[in-house]
């Protein structure tokens, strides 16, 4: 009896220190599994009732993207650093001219992309030659469900195709991309596909899509797939400028609308020359972005994903440019030596 007591004594004195020791090596690696802070609010949904739309409110928990961990993290990206001490868990640079890696950070994971994904609804619908001056109208269908996100068209709002793919680009509209996809021939389904044939088309072999607007989390991509996906972009006059727009005024419903960014680099002060860009944001995804800028005379596609914090992605980018520009000098007019003095952290 006494030995049975030593026994189970001794077995819970080893679980305790097993247990101490796991949440220390989690303490230290910084991972974060605590359950998250919720922020109770009053969501404002339009619903259909028998043919007619009707208004109701929901009682939703707004849960901060700071309090759980992201795909990323859960992989553990997060453990690997590099020198420029980059928030975000990914990030990518090419020279645009001849795709030369210049930084490079897990930039091979396939991780959630979020609204990035509507640089590719951008791209099938121009692809496409769909009519621009089409009239499509918001639906039920385009009201999102998984997120419950905001967005500032009602059902029943029409706009023409060029302003859906506008806001959706610019100011990464919901309800917008999720038209776009809707009325494609064959529906969202058909449009789905096209999505991904042109990925693969594009040798975008690590992507995956499975809407117009980025909401599930089973959208994903590399940092180096959406390097190629910003290059086919870039060739469309179209996608530069509505990724671009710091604002506009679009017609809804016959009446005067102004949106904005979601890019506060494109602004005119902002000291960025930017030809195309699109940011994303879930929880599962983090805050991500994708970009054409020149800098320092060079054109160079940047893709930093899974950056913690709202301004995380932005002070990142300003870093990216900062480490170019001290860099940019050693190489002079040779751009072929990048190689020899650009590092590359592609860890995990």
Known sequence: MNKLAISVLVSVLCASAS???????????????????????????????RGHSKIIYQRMSKVNDYSRPT?????????????????????????????????EKNAGVALPIASITKMMTGLVVVEANQDLDEVLTVTDEDVDREKFSSSRLKVGDQLTRRNMLHIALMSSENRAASALGRNYPGGL?????????????????????????????????????LAK??????????????????????????????????????????????????TGFINEAGRCMIMQAIVEGRAVIMVLLDAKGTAARVADATRMKKWLAAL???????VSGASTSAQSYSGM
């Open 19 to 49: 247990m101490g020791s796991a949440q220390a090596a989690i303490k230290k690696a910084g991972v974060r599994h605590a359950a998250p802070a919720a922020k109770v609010q009053m969501v404002k949904r339009t619903v259909m009732v």
């Open 229 to 278: 996906l910003v290059q086919a972009a870039y060739e469309h006059p179209i996608l530069r400028e509505f990724s671009t727009d710091p604002k506009a005024v679009v017609e809804n419903n016959g009446h005067p609308v102004t949106f904005g960014t979601t890019n506060r680099l494109v602004a005119p002060n902002s000291g960025w020359e930017i030809g195309l860009q699109k």
């Open 189 to 225: 389904p058909a449009f789905v596909m096209a999505m991904n044939d042109k990925a693969q088309s594009l040798g975008m072999n690590d992507t995956r899509y499975v809407d117009s607007n980025g909401l599930s989390k089973m959208n994903v991509a590399s940092a180096r797939d």
């Open 328 to 334: 940019r000098p050693a190489f002079g007019d040779n």
């Open 71 to 103: 795909e990323g993290d859960l992989a553990g990206l997060n453990l690997v650093r590099d020198p420029l001490d980059l928030k975000s868990n990914v990030a990518l640079v090419l020279d645009q001219a001849n795709s030369e890696v210049l930084f």
